[in-house]
Each structure stands twice: as structure tokens, then as C-alpha cells.
């Protein structure tokens, strides 16, 4: 089973899986939450919250105030969140919702401001790019005794490529699903995104530790290609297998869960899969046609 040919075929691929995302990045934008753009949060309590969500989304339409979305606490609690209203405005929402409910009650009405400004937006970024470098320098170091003249550093930034891969692979994901669906990015997707990193880095690291072994004790005879190969057959089970339990966890909470997280758990879902295809499909590739160029041109 040649998986590193396969992998070639699949970089292909893999960058046009991305495009669509991409483009809808650019074009839509991201479907952000009041937690990025501040806003108004209603908390009621009614008798079969679920079933009178379209009644009460309408309230909220005949008053010219946006919905971002709902969330539900049991069956008897519906959380509204909208685009910043008044006092006044809410006061007639909640006016009009109980002559139409007469045993809803109005917990709560407050207006925030975004929770996760412009300023933590640019951390992020400025800390992903910190982490980047970290990456690369740390597997550049650890693989330093790697066989010549293959080198450590192209491991390394190549390890980056696979990770921002994922990484945009959910961000553009949530570009389409929010133009189509409603999902919205809110405070939950940073940290999905930061698990997806490092379920990323870690699932490619272990492929590339197996290389590393395998160029040391393999026949120098063999290509570097088959011994990627190699390495991919013997860590590949191990790969699925862990991927696969992550994902079966993953789909029940989805099913299963509530409305609060299901956002998180699309995005770690849809992270998730991508990180173990890229490590096998897009990280190593990329490893064997930039050591293979360079050998290429040595000669």
C-alpha cells in the first residue's frame, strides 16, 4: 500500500477541499456572536420553551430586533440572544410575549459588550504565530540527529502547514455554515481552534518521530519515499484508531447534547477529521516532495 503516492494525489485535493471555505471567508465573512460584537441577552421561563420558539423568534421580528440565537435549559427556559436593543424596546418584547404566553416570565434582560474585543482578536493571532515558530524550532532541535542530508527544519515548518491547514479548514467550514446555517463564532471557537492545533501537532509528530527511527535503522538503500511509507503503514492503525474514539465522543455529544455547546462541537468534530487526514495525507507529503526536490537538485 503506497500511502505516500496516494498522499500526493490527495495534497491536490486537499487544497481544493479548502477553496470553497476560503472564498466564503473572504466573500461572507464569519457569523460572529455577541461575545465579538456585544448585544442583549433575554432569559425567559415558559412551558414548552422548544415548540414556541418560532412564536417568540416572531415577537422579536415584529419589534425590528435581530436574533442571533437561542439556547435552551430544560424544556421550560429559552435564552434569546439579539443585536444591542434599549430598555424601552425590551420592556415592549417582554410586554407583547406575555399577553401571547400568559405563563411566560422574564428572568432576565441585560445588554453587553462584546466580551472578545479587537485587542484579544490580535493576541490570538500574534500567539499563533509565536507557536508557529515555537513548532518549528522544537522539532528542528529534537530531530537535529536526523540522517543526512535530510533536514530537520523542513520537518518542522511543514508540521505549521498541516496545523494552519486545520486550522482554516473549521474557519472557512463556519464561513459556509454560518451563510447557510446560522452557526456563529463566539468565545468557544478560540479554544476548539487551539484544540485542533494541538491535536494536529501532536498526530503529526508522532508520524514524523517514526520516520526519524525508521532512517536510522532502515537499509540506506531504500528511498526516502519508501521510508515514509513504512512509517505511515506502522503508525497508521494507530492514527485511526484514536481519531476514530475522538469522533464517535464527538458525534454522540452533537446528538445528544444541548444547543449551548453545539457550535464547540462542530467545530472540534469537523477539526478533528481534518487533523487526521493531514497528518498522514498533507503533512508527510509535503515532507517527501520538499526532500525529494532538494535531492533532486543536489544531483
Known amino acids: 500500500m503506497n500511502i505516500v503516492k496516494f498522499g500526493k494525489t490527495f495534497l491536490i485535493v486537499s487544497a481544493l477541499i479548502l477553496v470553497p471555505g476560503i472564498i466564503s471567508l473572504f466573500v461572507n465573512g464569519l457569523n460572529l456572536s455577541i461575545d465579538y460584537t456585544g448585544g442583549s441577552v433575554f432569559e425567559f421561563n415558559v412551558s414548552d ?3 414556541k420558539e418560532n412564536d417568540i423568534r416572531g415577537v422579536f421580528k415584529e419589534k ?8 435552551f435549559e430544560g424544556s421550560n427556559k429559552i435564552i434569546v440572544r ?15 410575549l406575555q399577553k401571547k404566553f400568559t405563563d411566560l416570565k422574564l428572568n432576565s434582560f441585560e445588554t453587553v459588550g462584546p466580551a472578545i474585543g479587537n485587542e484579544t ?16 524550532a522544537y522539532i528542528s532541535f529534537a ?8 533536514s530537520s527544519w523542513k520537518f518542522g515548518v511543514s508540521a505549521v502547514i498541516a496545523m494552519l491547514h486545520d486550522a482554516f479548514m473549521v474557519i472557512g467550514a463556519f464561513s459556509i ?6 452557526y456563529q463564532v463566539d468565545a468557544l471557537f478560540i479554544t476548539a481552534l487551539l484544540t485542533i492545533i494541538g491535536f494536529s501537532v501532536h498526530d503529526t509528530i508522532v508520524v514524523y518521530d517514526r520516520i526519524r527511527e525508521n532512517l536510522g535503522k532502515l537499509p540506506k538503500s531504500l528511498s526516502f519515499s519508501e521510508i515514509v511509507n513504512f512509517s505511515l ?3 497508521l492503525n494507530r492514527s485511526l484508531i ?4 475522538v469522533i464517535i465522543t464527538l458525534t454522540s455529544l452533537l446528538v445528544l447534547g444541548g444547543q449551548s455547546i453545539r457550535y464547540f462541537i462542530t467545530a472540534l468534530l469537523i477539526g478533528i477529521i481534518s487533523g487526521t487526514y493531514s497528518s498522514i495525507f498533507t503533512a508527510t507529503p509535503i515532507v517527501v516532495l520538499w526532500e525529494e526536490w532538494g535531492l533532486k537538485k543536489k544531483r
Open 143 to 150: 530531530f537535529r540527529n536526523i540522517r543526512k542530508p535530510f
Open 49 to 51: 420553551a422548544k415548540n
Open 64 to 71: 425590528n430586533v435581530e436574533v442571533e440565537g437561542t439556547v
Open 82 to 96: 439579539t443585536k444591542s436593543v434599549d430598555v424601552a424596546t425590551g420592556d415592549g418584547i417582554k410586554q407583547d
Open 233 to 235: 503503514v506502522e503508525t
Open 177 to 182: 455554515l454560518g451563510k447557510f446555517y446560522g
Open 242 to 245: 484514536t481519531s476514530l474514539t
Open 121 to 136: 482578536t490580535k493576541k490570538s493571532l500574534i500567539a499563533l504565530a509565536i507557536a508557529s515558530f515555537a513548532i518549528v
